[in-house]
């Protein structure tokens, strides 16, 4: 390629990633941020509106895709499927000589779905990010200029003043170590030694044993240098192989098609010789163990690559699972943060802080964080207030005493876990749900034994595959399948089945009527008018909980379910309706189909705004949701793009996307500008290496479907194949 071509490629580059930048930004702000505000002139529209337009008749949407469905199907799972391929797949089941249930196993067999998709699903940031408690960086060492030089982890010293010393890297070879840095006798910190105000033990491997928190220099690598690593690019494999163990642990429960629950009760994990040396690491640091030589002396023999494998248990029941794999178990820095994690991962349990201010809260904690400075927690879990949270996370911490704070030790210490059996609580104090062994695995067996395990590992699909127009008849047909099957596999079929209905449904359908409105009036009272039909609606939704409790503007009784019985209501009750219903918090128990919920939502735009262009702002604002279209998960989006271009960027990107849940997972500028940088270095390397057309190149690779969920009957290209999902059901 000449000068002169290149500069003309740099410029189209140049001018496509401007051009996809600005796209996305100009999406970004289209959307408002809030509800609008009635108008003087909305106001007074509502006492003089003009007429309804007349409803335009049905219209029927373009048939549907075959091929284009198969092609949709098949990102979800991590696949950039070849056109040659869908189309003879769409042929043969147009033509009835395949069903889409044989799709469906060939892809849910793909490798991606079980290695990347499924562990991004269930874990989110909890695998896709680097762990920093697990593996303390100030316990990388540090090498001189001179090669030769003694390795040192706060400041070098003299080839007089070091050890020798065989590293468990290499027992056969020896390094040269500066004195502070080895203390092969040293393994805990006592109460004179520190700073800290708790009363929890201490331990060498730490972050508060490292350099990176000391005041003085007190601990150092341990024999044979064992809480060290040799260098930066070390630590970076260590904590690759942390997160590779929870990511091919999930893979191999999918690929077995193991029960959902084993992932987190199995005392098996599939790990290779990074990780394993760092479970054998932790015993040494249980035991005190001085002749590391003889733990490590058959680890050449384990698999570089990895295998299934049990793990050494110093007490029984002290493995639970990816639960206390390093990447998890050490991903946040205490007991209650680890808790609120595993719930997350669990039972899809977020944190909720309603109700607590600050003089609440610094009337139980006068005396700093209560788990690492005292043992206050029961005082939280019974409080009123903090109950909804701690009686569900502090009796949770007590199956994991035997793990302290991940910032205070990070390997296992029998004499701090619990004995006897404990409660394990749901919403709060009076939701118990059982009693278990205060072991890891009893808590594992027990937590995967309710009804919110199984609801959760279900959302993951509905999240990922449907979105927000899941039905409640998705809801149900895929949390049955989890309770009945139990597996990945079968969980994300019946999500893609249903995914297929919908795209079936949608071409086939209709466009609606626009039906007439019926203008907002002021009532007598000063509120807003009911009209007929949000009677109806709230009358067949709402009154079950909402039916006494008269309304109140005082900020006291906001959480009151405020009666919708009269004919008029206030304004700000209305907007409030608006807000809980369109966005789905309401109604609490009952989820709404979308279509429901988007006609109540409707109805109350309806009596809120009477201008034109108020009402559609509020549309989009409360139909739309304030969201972008539904990401693929970064790193598929990744790998379809440089399947398409037939080449790769050659760039390890790091994304935030990676540690995103699926339901919150958009498309963003952000997204968008990663999507089109990855696509422009892909389609530049093929263009390089094999010719043709950057332009063609670029299209293709940052197409809609290629970086969106959004569902295939809008994303979709024009159709090609038509047939056996126009006319029947799905086999």
Same mark, same amino acid.
């Given at each position: ?22 796209? @996305? /930004? #100009? ?5 408002? !941020?809030?509800?609008? *505000?009635?108008? +003087?002139?909305?106001? =007074? $529209? ?12 049905? @219209? /029927? #949407? ?5 091929? !284009?469905?198969?092609? *949709?199907?098949? +990102?979800?799972?991590? =696949? $950039? ?28 067999? +793909?490798?991606?779905?079980? $290695? ?28 001189? +200029? ?586």
């Amino acid at each position: 390629m000449t000068r002169r071509r290149r500069r003309r490629s740099a410029t189209r580059v140049r001018w496509f990633a401007t051009l996809l930048a600005a796209t @996305a /930004l #100009a999406g970004a702000v289209s959307v408002p !941020a809030e509800p609008p *505000a009635r108008s +003087a002139a909305g106001a =007074q $529209a509502e006492l003089v509106a003009p007429p309804a337009e007349p409803a335009p008749g049905p @219209a /029927l #949407a373009s048939p549907p895709d075959t091929a !284009a469905l198969l092609g *949709a199907m098949a +990102a979800l799972v991590g =696949q $950039a499927a070849e056109p040659a391929r869908l189309a003879a797949w769409a042929e043969k089941i147009d033509g009835g000589a395949a069903s889409l249930d044989g799709y469906l196993d060939e892809i849910i067999g +793909a490798e991606r779905f079980a $290695a990347e998709v499924v562990p991004a699903l269930v874990f989110a940031a909890f695998v896709n990010v680097r762990n920093y408690y697990a593996l303390p960086v100030a316990f990388t060492l540090k090498h001189p +200029a001179d090669p030769d030089g003694p390795l040192y982890l706060r400041a070098p010293c003299s080839a007089d003043e070091a050890i020798a010393v065989r590293p468990w890297w290499n027992l056969r070879a020896e390094v040269k170590v500066c004195p502070d840095s080895y203390r092969p006798d040293k393994w805990t910190l006592s109460p004179g030694e520190h700073s800290y105000r708790t009363a929890m033990a201490l331990s060498c491997d730490s972050q508060v044993g490292s350099p990176e928190l000391e005041t003085s220099s007190l601990c150092g690598c341990g024999p044979n240098l064992i809480r060290c690593v040799r260098d930066e690019d070390q630590y970076n494999e260590f904590n690759k192989s942390f997160m590779d163990e929870v990511k091919r642990t999930t893979a191999y429960v999918v690929e077995h098609d193991l029960a959902i629950a084993s992932l987190f009760t199995s005392n098996a994990t599939f790990r290779d010789r990074n990780t394993e040396l760092y479970y054998r690491r932790q015993k040494i640091g249980t035991l005190e163990i001085q002749r590391v030589e003889h733990e490590l002396a058959d680890l050449d023999a384990w698999p570089q690559a990895g295998k299934w494998a049990p793990r050494e248990e110093i007490a029984p029941g002290q493995h639970a699972g990816v639960l206390t794999a390093p990447q998890l178990l050490h991903w946040l820095p205490d007991r209650r943060q680890r808790q609120r994690g595993y719930y997350e991962m669990m039972w899809c349990n977020l944190r909720n802080s309603f109700g607590a201010t600050t003089h609440k809260v610094l009337e139980l904690n006068a005396s700093g964080n209560n788990f690492f400075v005292h043992d206050s927690w029961q005082r939280l879990a019974h409080t009123e207030l903090c109950m909804n949270c701690h009686a569900r996370l502090d009796y949770g911490s007590q199956f994991f005493l035997g793990f302290p704070d991940s910032r205070a030790g990070t390997h296992y210490d029998p004499a701090l876990q619990a004995s006897g059996t404990g409660p394990l609580y749901g919403r709060d104090l009076r939701d118990l749900r059982g009693q278990a062994p205060l072991t890891p695995q009893g808590f594992a067996h027990l937590a995967t034994a309710q009804p919110d395990f199984n609801s959760c590992m279900a959302s993951h699909f509905v999240n990922y595959v449907l979105g927000d127009r899941a039905t409640g008849d998705d809801v149900h047909a895929i949390e049955a399948t989890v309770a009945q099957d139990g597996t990945f596999k079968a969980a994300m079929k019946v999500a893609l089945e249903r995914y297929a209905q919908h795209w079936r449904d949608d071409a086939r359908a209709p466009a609606p009527a626009v039906a007439a409105v019926v203008d907002a009036q002021p009532g007598p009272g000063g509120g807003m008018k009911v009209s007929r039909a949000l009677r109806v609606q709230l009358d067949g939704h709402c009154l079950d909980c909402h039916d006494e409790a008269p309304y109140s503007a005082d900020p006291d009784a906001a959480d009151l379910p405020f009666s919708f019985k009269p004919d008029e209501l206030p304004r700000r009750l209305l907007v409030s309706m608006a807000d809980h219903v369109a966005f789905g918090m309401m109604p609490k128990n009952e989820p709404l189909d979308p279509p429901v919920r988007d006609a109540i939502v409707d109805l109350l735009i309806d009596a809120l705004w009477t201008a034109p262009s108020e009402r559609s702002e509020a549309r989009r604002y409360y139909l739309g949701r304030a969201r972008g279209l539904p990401a693929h998960q970064v790193d598929n989006e990744l790998h379809a793009i440089d399947r398409i271009a037939g080449a790769s960027s050659n760039i390890a990107w790091g994304a935030l996307e990676r540690g995103i849940w699926s339901d919150q997972s958009t498309v963003t500028p952000g997204f968008v500008a990663l999507s089109g940088l990855e696509a422009l270095r892909a389609c530049a390397h093929a263009v390089q290496t094999r010719g043709g057309s950057l332009e063609s190149c670029l299209l293709q690779a940052t197409a809609p479907s290629v970086w969106s969920r959004r569902p295939p009957a809008i994303t979709a290209a024009p159709a090609r194949s038509q047939g056996a999902l126009q006319s029947k059901p799905l086999e």
